[in-house]
């Protein structure tokens, strides 16, 4: 349908390196909660948000997450697919400390970050059908927490 359109197109037209649009969505994360900051390991020596952005392991990270939003691009169709793996990693997520509310404030630095990158293509449908996408993501995450 459209909305699977929309994000289709919106995801191809950032480029092929979705790296520096995940670090714009982290920036902006940081920037909403930096309380998120202390949950990565890589910048224990002074917890600066620039030293965090710039290690190797942060921006390894970022890029897992934009190859996890490009798996839900690529099944659109077949989301429940994924149902599993989200699962497991939202089990990851709780053991290093990330709470499911935080994921709200991910998603408003997703649709910041897409808001950013896309400027006049970004409207309201599209904003709503990347709101679905992430909404299952989410949800599914949120599912492998014990607690
Ligand atoms: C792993 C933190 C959100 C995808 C990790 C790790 C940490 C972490 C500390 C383990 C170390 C590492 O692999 O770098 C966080 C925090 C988040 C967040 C604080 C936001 C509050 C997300 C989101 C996604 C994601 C939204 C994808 C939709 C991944 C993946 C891994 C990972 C794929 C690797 C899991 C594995 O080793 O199998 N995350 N994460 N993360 N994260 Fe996140």
């Not at 202390?38 to 997450?65: I, R, T, W």
């Not at 149902?83 to 649709?111: C, M, P, T, W």
């Not at 897409?114 to 309201?124: D, E, I, K, N, V």
């Amino acid at each position: 349908g459209k909305d699977k359109e929309l994000v289709r197109e919106s995801w191809e037209s950032l480029g092929k390196n979705k790296v520096p649009h995940g670090v714009v969505m982290f920036t902006r994360l940081f920037e909403l909660d930096p309380n998120l900051l202390s949950l990565f390991p890589y910048n224990m020596k002074n917890g600066s948000m620039q030293d965090c952005l710039s290690s190797p392991e942060f921006l390894e990270h970022v890029a897992k997450v934009m190859l996890v939003i490009d798996a839900a691009v690529s099944n659109l169709d077949d989301l429940n697919s994924l149902e599993d793996y989200l699962i497991n990693l939202g089990r990851k997520h709780e053991a290093v400390g990330v709470k499911i509310q935080s994921f709200a404030v991910v998603g408003e630095s997703l649709l910041y970050m897409l808001q950013r990158s896309l400027g006049p293509a970004y409207t309201a449908a599209l904003r709503q059908a990347w709101l679905n996408v992430y909404g299952f993501v989410v949800a599914a995450m949120s599912s492998g927490w014990r607690e």
